[in-house]
């Protein structure tokens, strides 16, 4: 399959970009991005092709994967669908539910397949972990922490983007929590509380279709010493906590081998678009309670 990449910031620069040269079935056809120097830096790294113009790359390949903007993303995947190029997407799927929705009905109109690189979820002992505890069932109880330090201290990460700075944990690491919590407990009936924590922290209360109830806890300037993700499941089977390790090339290897399969068979995929949508309109849920609390 040819795939092209469309970004060129860091998350395209630091796995993106080498998990698409070295994936044995994939042919990694060209870069466009918003910068051209940018994207001629990057192709010429990684032995590929720089385009001027994203249409004409849209035109050569059979697939796209995305790390850019969520606004920018869900444009440009509704482009590629029609396209008719699979979508190798990033979370979240766009920065409002009409986006996302957008994108979901481009997808299925086109009928390509769609991957959301929600990295969790391609993580093996994670993915392994989530089929587990969902047919386990008999859950109570879920706690989610994701707490970064991007904006934290005068040193700030690459990741320290304008998008993130805009709209904050809940939209970056929100989804992250999100794409663990539904595969368990099930959909989200009524997000039932939110409310502001320290800089951009923000706490979640949600009412699961299960039965069971979850709270989260996110945030992206947490002090560093703080920092980490966690799981934590409580119900009739006693206690479980989401396992750590793996990394995020090894987790885009395995959504791009998960694609191909979409693609090939025409099933669609667990973190597809749609469920991207699914976490888009959760997370505008949880953005209009906390308008209302800071109100």
């Given amino acids: 399959m040819r795939i092209g990449l469309l970004g060129t910031g860091p998350w395209a620069r630091m796995v993106h970009a080498p998990v698409l040269e070295a994936h044995d079935a994939l042919d990694f056809a060209g870069v466009w991005g918003r910068r051209p120097e940018a994207a001629e830096e990057l192709a010429a790294r990684h032995g ?43 979370k979240p799927v ?11 009905r481009a997808a ?5 397949a769609s991957v959301v690189f929600f990295t969790t979820r391609f ?22 922490q994701w707490l970064g330090d991007v904006f934290h201290g005068a040193s700030e990460s690459p990741f320290a983007t304008p998008w993130r700075g805009e709209k904050g944990a809940l939209w970056d690491v929100g989804p992250h929590a999100l794409s663990v919590l539904l595969p368990v407990l099930g959909d989200v009936r009524r997000v039932t509380a939110a409310a502001h ?21 996110l945030s992206l300037t947490a002090p560093p010493a703080a920092t980490g993700a966690d799981v934590e ?15 995020a090339a090894g987790a885009l290897t395995r959504a791009a081998d998960e694609l191909l399969a979409s693609a090939r068979d025409g099933r669609p995929h667990p973190c597809d678009a749609a469920f991207g949508l699914r976490v888009t309109e959760l997370l505008a849920a949880a953005e209009t309670l906390l308008t209302s609390e800071a109100r």
């Fill in 94 to 104: 766009a920065a409002t539910v009409a986006g996302a929705r957008e994108v979901v």
């Fill in 233 to 247: 499941l409580r119900g009739t089977a006693g206690a479980t906590r989401l396992p750590r390790g793996g990394d």
């Fill in 48 to 90: 590929t092709r720089a385009y001027d113009h994203v249409d004409t790359l849209l035109a050569d390949v059979d697939a796209v994967a995305v790390a850019l903007p969520p606004d920018v993303q869900a444009r440009l995947a509704v482009r590629a669908a029609g396209a008719g190029c699979h979508l190798l997407l990033d």
């Fill in 123 to 144: 993580m093996p002992g994670a993915a392994d972990w989530i089929a587990e505890q969902a047919d386990t069932g008999g859950w109570f109880t879920g706690h989610a």
């Fill in 197 to 217: 924590g320290p800089r951009d922290t923000v706490h979640l209360v949600l009412d699961h279709v299960s039965g069971a109830s979850s709270t989260v806890t």
């Fill in 108 to 112: 299925r109109d086109a009928r390509v």
